[in-house]
């Protein structure tokens, strides 16, 4: 996401075109987006390879037709036409943006159509006590996105290598997913559990990630190294690999109106988000 001085700095447009008194047409303001990942994981040829900005365009009533239509919240995809409809480079597919890129522009959106305060409704850790809270949006940044480790190195072809795995000492290639990518884990993840076939969901989403391992890409081979990988390894995997992905900043400061517990939270995605009525 976008610090204030980045997100918040508006592309000059041209004033309405007009004709005598009559206005023809009017333009929507648009506005520069960072994305977490600055571009660094797209491969060549991908309008958003290396990337650190792209420009979207401001809600309009189209947006928020979009929000509300029965056809495409029924289907699950009415986010993925939102942030289509508000990308100005058309050539950009809305499926092939990593998760974290796609959260910051839906967030800069949210906050073009409603503004940066959102309210909704937060339970405390302490007293467990419900009651509504408001955030600044505009507080929300991108994370420090991590090149190098002494447990990853990342390449040229925008992948890691996660080295570390005591037990087997392998070198694990990982790649960031996309949100096509998270679809066919899911459809994939039904498929396994209709017809008990595959890997274990939590191997399986492992495998959604890993390129090869130790140089090695066969599919058979991966499955082996996954199937016998001890837990030690899979733990220091996944824990690096999160650690990894580029993605926003939730977190931001709570304190309960009601027992007056202050902590860090991150910020809850509701229904409120975009649709705050």
């Not at 204030?4 to 929507?28: A, I, L, M």
């Not at 900005?53 to 309009?60: A, D, G, H, Q, R």
């Not at 058979?220 to 990988?229: A, I, R």
């Not at 999160?242 to 860090?264: F, G, I, N």
Request: glycine fraction near 4%.
């Amino acid at each position: 996401m976008a610090r204030n001085n980045q997100r918040r700095t508006h592309k000059p447009q041209p004033p309405p075109e007009t004709k005598g008194d009559n206005v023809f047409s009017f333009v929507t303001p648009t506005d520069f987006v960072a994305l977490p990942s600055e571009g660094r994981f797209y491969p060549a040829g991908h309008p958003l390879h290396n990337q650190d900005v792209v420009e979207i365009k401001f809600m309009t009533a189209k947006e928020e037709d979009i929000l509300t239509s029965q056809a495409l919240l029924v289907k699950g995809i009415a986010l993925e036409r939102l942030v289509e409809s508000v990308l100005i480079d058309k050539e950009v597919p809305a499926s092939s943006l990593l998760v974290g890129d796609k959260n910051a522009i839906l967030i800069a959106t949210r906050i073009t159509g409603y503004g940066s305060e959102y309210e909704t409704q937060v339970t405390c850790p302490s007293c467990e006590g419900v009651n509504p809270y408001k955030f600044d949006l505009d507080e929300i940044k991108s994370a420090p996105l991590i090149t190098n480790t002494d447990v990853a190195k990342l390449t040229d072809a925008g992948t890691y290598i996660i080295t570390g795995l005591t037990q087997t000492e392998a070198e694990v290639e990982v790649r960031m997913l996309t949100g096509d990518d998270d679809k066919k884990l899911i459809h994939r993840l039904e498929t396994n559990r209709k017809h008990n076939l595959g890997l274990p969901p939590l191997l399986e989403q492992m495998k959604s990630f890993i390129v090869s391992v130790n140089d090695n890409s066969n599919e058979m081979y991966l499955d082996s190294f996954l199937h016998n990988l001890p837990a030690m390894d899979a733990r220091h995997l996944r824990k690096t690999y999160t650690a990894l992905t580029p993605t926003v900043d939730m977190t931001q400061q709570y304190v309960c109106t009601s027992c007056l517990h202050e902590t860090t939270l991150e910020v809850p995605l509701t229904a409120d988000f975009f649709w705050p009525e």
